[in-house]
């Protein structure tokens, strides 16, 4: 495997042979899960701490069940109750999780930039779960294995991300990825919710439904960042799914076999109509989750091999 990162702190650093390695070997997992024996010895005798200082479902549940499928002794810590809120400094939360000797160490966090801090502190790998607006690269990792798995390739693919782009870490993290294999991206959605100098970043920009999802192989719709909006950005839900909600109507200029995704958790009627998010022909919703399981196995496992050896030299 061709993996030489110490940590997983987002997709900018990957090379594309490093963005391989994860999804090949999380298609091993793909198969593993599904079998009647989940469990590999991957990290037995590893500690992994899981810290999330926002709150989360899928994403927490998904690399809690990674850890104990791969035979770690894992730990979430509550961050609602924990130190910080008392006023303890990250770098003391840092010096704190030293001396448990941790491992493998899971952050989500609300500032960017907030996990790299803790990577250069602790004595252990570190995963980025998502910080701020900067990335969120397990997420992006298992959006590529989703769509490899649909279309056989990552290269050379129309790929439209719809909706608020300018608060989504996800999207950035889709954007570098995609990137990295010649994928054509569009970003779509309204002004207001399109970053400043996007253009610029090789992708291209539609403020128009319909003329951002023509031809497309993949839709991928983002739901509003209601909690890190400060103020106005769309007249109302009703008129941004008049416009930019994902519809039947609109998913028809898209190619015939053009797959819909989401990262959830989705607004049912505000960015995708429910029909189409259920639409078992169309949707792969449900498959980007079963693959986060795969994903987060793959790059634990990965740094894993790398902590090994590092500490053994």
């Known amino acids: 495997m061709t993996f030489r990162q110490n940590h997983l702190l987002g997709i900018e650093p990957l090379a594309p042979d490093e963005i391989t390695a994860i999804l090949d070997l999380a298609q091993d997992y793909v198969a593993l899960n599904r079998g009647p024996e989940k469990h590999s010895r991957a990290l037995a005798g590893l500690t992994q701490i899981n810290m999330f200082f926002e709150t989360s479902t899928r994403t927490q549940a998904s690399f809690e069940i990674a850890g104990l499928r791969l035979g770690a002794d894992v730990m979430s810590m509550s961050m609602e109750a924990s130190s910080i809120k008392k006023g303890e ?86 954007i570098l990825l995609l990137g990295k294999m010649e994928s054509r991206i569009r970003l779509v959605g309204p002004p207001t919710l399109i970053p400043a100098g996007a253009a610029d970043w090789g992708v291209e920009v539609c403020h128009d439904m319909h003329a951002g999802l023509e031809g497309a192989d993949v839709v991928m719709m983002l739901r509003l960042q209601k909690e890190r909006m400060d103020g106005g950005f769309i007249p109302s839900e009703r008129e941004y799914f008049h416009r930019y909600g994902l519809d039947a109507a609109k998913l028809a200029r898209a190619k015939d076999d053009a797959i819909v995704m989401h990262p959830g958790p989705m607004n049912r009627g505000v960015e995708i109509d429910g029909t189409i998010a259920d639409d078992i022909n169309r949707s792969v919703i449900q498959e980007q989750v079963e693959m986060g399981v795969a994903v987060r196995m793959a790059a634990m496992d990965l740094l894993a091999r790398n902590l090994r050896a590092a500490r053994a030299a």
Request: with cysteine.
């Open 89 to 174: 400094t990250l770098i003391d939360t840092a010096l704190t999780l030293n001396a448990m000797h941790p491992d493998l160490l899971v952050v989500r966090h609300p500032h960017s930039g907030a996990v790299g801090l803790l990577a250069q502190k602790v004595d252990c790998a570190v995963l980025n779960a998502g910080d701020g607006r900067h990335e969120h690269p397990t997420q992006a990792l298992l959006d590529a294995l989703t769509i490899r798995r649909a279309k056989g390739r990552l290269h050379r693919l129309t790929v439209a991300i719809c909706g608020d782009i300018a608060h989504s870490r996800v999207a950035r993290s889709n």
